[in-house]
């Protein structure tokens, strides 16, 4: 839930998300991934390695 409460704030990329959690990337694009899934987050790329991640 914390991610979700991170997001709440506005849009963040992924990597403003990992600096938040002690795992690794691989780890958070899987959670992120899952969320996104579920309709509950959306992501924006804006060049070919990054993103913003936003609440739905």
Do not use: P, Q
Not at 19 to 47: C, N, P, Q
Request: aromatic share 4%.
């Amino acid at each position: 839930m914390f991610l979700l409460n991170l997001l709440k704030g506005g849009r963040l990329s992924a990597g403003e998300i990992c600096e938040h959690f002690s795992v690794t990337g691989a780890s958070i694009s899987r959670h992120l991934a899952i969320l996104k899934d579920a309709d509950l987050i959306s992501s924006t790329s804006i060049r070919l390695c990054h993103m913003l991640i936003r609440l739905v």
